[in-house]
């Protein structure tokens, strides 16, 4: 998508994809910031780390505690955060959903369920449900977003009543055997009104196939990826990005057409 969208504004930039290993973060940090780069994307697990690694932090990336986007200028490497507001943007888009007083299922207590839990808190759900295979790390998530937002309601494992929408922040469904997210033992489909993925490749994990079969509204990743990579090539170039271009690509590479 980033490259469609330096073509369509006639850059001379390109975007490239590297492996860094954790232990080397840093190193490839400095090392781009050495060699000119404009700017970089982190991805899991560097997120958290990268926190402790570059030279300021914007406000976004103090706000919701991870950083997914660096920018290098005359100051150095300044960390950025365009995930938490891409995912309620797509939220609101692509679900049609109105996140105050909102009742949410997360499932997941990683970095990014950690940020979707603060965010979702800062746009006033009234209750928040998080759940997790090991259940200190949910808890750890809400109790620090009970601090942030001490007016949402935040408990950590299944709702008793019905739910707006579940959340899947874990990275289960990536892979084609892996087990669906939701333990529906615990809590039925039928019980939400609408189930987001934040996975978007494969386009429909299995926890998707099965919330379309109770008659949730569903939505994948897809849309979080497009509007944190938009905000990504603003800070970057400083120029709008051209949305349109950037969702084609997107599209075009995840599904094919």
Request: glycine share 8%; aromatic share 6%.
């Amino acid at each position: 998508m980033h490259n469609a969208a330096f073509a369509a504004l006639g850059l001379d930039w390109r975007y490239l994809a590297f492996e860094v290993n954790p232990k080397n973060l840093r190193a490839a940090i400095e090392g781009a910031k050495a060699m000119n780069f404009a700017g970089l994307n982190l991805t899991v697990p560097h997120k958290l780390l990268a926190v402790e690694m570059v030279d300021m932090l914007d406000e976004s990336a103090k706000t919701w505690g991870a950083v997914n986007t660096i920018r290098f200028d005359k100051k150095g490497a300044i960390g950025f955060n365009t995930d938490a507001d891409a995912l309620t943007q797509s939220l609101r888009e692509d679900l049609k959903l109105e996140l105050r007083g909102a009742k949410v299922l997360l499932l997941g207590a990683g970095g990014a369920a950690r940020t979707a839990a603060l965010k979702l808190a800062s746009e006033k759900v009234a209750e928040l449900f998080v759940v997790n295979r090991t259940q200190s790390k949910a808890e750890k998530i809400a109790g620090e977003t009970k601090k942030q937002f001490p007016s949402v309601i935040v408990s950590t494992g299944f709702p008793k009543a019905k739910v707006d929408l579940i959340l899947n922040a874990t990275s289960l469904g990536l892979k084609t055997d892996d087990s669906s997210p939701l333990d529906e033992k615990q809590f039925s489909l039928k019980e939400a009104r609408a189930v987001y993925d934040m996975i978007y490749r494969p386009a429909e994990t299995k926890l998707l196939v099965a919330a379309k079969k109770s008659g949730c509204k569903t939505a994948n990743g897809l849309g979080m990826l497009l509007h944190q990579g938009a905000k990504a090539f603003e800070i970057w170039t400083g120029k709008p990005a051209p949305l349109d271009v950037m969702r084609r690509a997107l599209e075009q590479n995840v599904y094919g057409h």
